[in-house]
Each structure stands twice: as structure tokens, then as C-alpha cells.
């Protein structure tokens, strides 16, 4: 494998991880941060916009996931891709852990 198959395997667990919140919060009906939000990233978004979000973020996931040629066959490249999902897991934690004072 090329160099950046693992880069897009990277991408894809971040995409796939950044999927999860949004699609929860979506589709329990409440607001959400997201980059469309009035300030971007900090006011809150409705539930729609945040499942059309999450929607998006799988398929650009899965699309890298793809590219990436990620398999249990390569181990590398699941290293790859668990660093993705940890590297923006933590920092959206970092990130919304104060959301509620908006």
C-alpha cells in the first residue's frame, strides 16, 4: 500500500467518528453544534442540519474508508484508522465540553 492510503484511512475514522454525535443528537430532535451553526461550531444547530451533517460524514467516511483500502487483513491500516477516530474523538470532546453555557 501507498502512503496515502493510510492518510485516507486516517480521514475516513475521523469523518466516520465525527458521524456518530451528530447522527445521535440528530435524530433524538436536539440542537447540535455544527459548522453551520451562527457562530460556526459553537451555536447550536437544528436536528435536521445536524442528521444532513452526519449523512455527509458517512459518506465521505465510507468513500475514504474505500480509497484507503482499509482491511483487518492490514494492520497498519486499521492503526491508521483507530488514530483517526481517536485523534477527532478527543478533540470534539475538548472542543464540546463546554457547550452547554452557550
Not at 461550531?41 to 468513500?63: D, H, Q, T
Not at 482499509?70 to 485523534?87: K, P, Q
Request: hydrophobic share 55%.
Amino acid at each position: 500500500m501507498q502512503w496515502y492510503h493510510y492518510f485516507s484511512g486516517f480521514w475516513a475514522g475521523m469523518f466516520l467518528a465525527n458521524f456518530v454525535p451528530h447522527f445521535i443528537k440528530g435524530i433524538a430532535g436536539d440542537a447540535f453544534p455544527t459548522p453551520f451553526a451562527n457562530p460556526p461550531g459553537k451555536g447550536l444547530s437544528s436536528p435536521i442540519v445536524n442528521v444532513l451533517w452526519a449523512l455527509l460524514n458517512l459518506v465521505v467516511g465510507y468513500l475514504l474508508f474505500r480509497s484507503g483500502k482499509v482491511s483487518a487483513d492490514n494492520n497498519l491500516s486499521l492503526i491508521a484508522l483507530f488514530a483517526g477516530v481517536a485523534c477527532i474523538s478527543i478533540m470534539l470532546a475538548k472542543r464540546f465540553a463546554g457547550k452547554e453555557k452557550i
